[in-house]
């Protein structure tokens, strides 16, 4: 299976994640083993932000319009350019995570690996 595909089975299972979050019943702490894989955690304000993985730290203006086009349309409070060659999204709520995973994999950026115990860039 491709990196993308497995992308794709992600982003399934992130969509029936998120709707128990966004129901209540599951609560963000039980949500967290499988959101911080993904770089999704939960802020100290209950909205979460979502971490943008740039392997390598390269990324095509293509793909700088579409993460921020993408928060614009989500409601990002902010965006942070990480020191560690990645892209935050803050202040987003429970339900747009799928969504925007989705869009981002339109434009060639893989949603694993921005968080957790996993593999991050390597360069």
Same mark, same amino acid.
């Given at each position: 299976?491709?990196?993308?595909? +497995?992308?794709?089975?992600?982003?399934?299972?992130?969509?029936?994640?998120?709707?128990?979050?966004?129901? %209540?019943?599951?609560?963000?702490?039980?949500? +967290?083993?499988? %959101? #911080?894989?993904?770089?999704?955690?939960? @802020?100290?304000? !209950?909205?979460?932000?979502?971490?943008?993985?740039?392997?390598?730290? /390269?990324?095509?203006?293509? @793909?700088? +319009? #579409?993460?921020? +086009?993408?928060?614009?349309? /989500?409601?990002?409070?902010?965006? /942070?350019?990480?020191?560690?060659?990645?892209? @935050?999204? /803050? %202040?987003?709520? #429970?339900?747009?995570?799928?969504?925007?995973?989705?869009?981002?994999?339109? #434009? !060639?950026?893989?949603?694993?690996?921005?968080? %957790?115990?996993?593999?991050?860039?390597?360069?």
């Amino acid at each position: 299976m491709s990196l993308i595909e +497995k992308s794709k089975q992600t982003l399934e299972d992130l969509a029936r994640k998120e709707a128990e979050l966004s129901a %209540g019943s599951l609560n963000p702490l039980t949500f +967290k083993p499988f %959101g #911080a894989p993904l770089g999704i955690y939960e @802020q100290k304000d !209950g909205l979460f932000m979502f971490r943008v993985r740039i392997p390598g730290g /390269h990324l095509a203006i293509e @793909q700088l +319009k #579409a993460i921020a +086009k993408t928060a614009k349309k /989500h409601g990002a409070q902010f965006v /942070h350019f990480t020191t560690r060659q990645d892209i @935050q999204l /803050h %202040g987003l709520k #429970a339900g747009s995570f799928q969504l925007i995973g989705k869009e981002l994999l339109k #434009a !060639g950026l893989i949603v694993r690996g921005g968080g %957790g115990n996993t593999f991050r860039n390597i360069t």
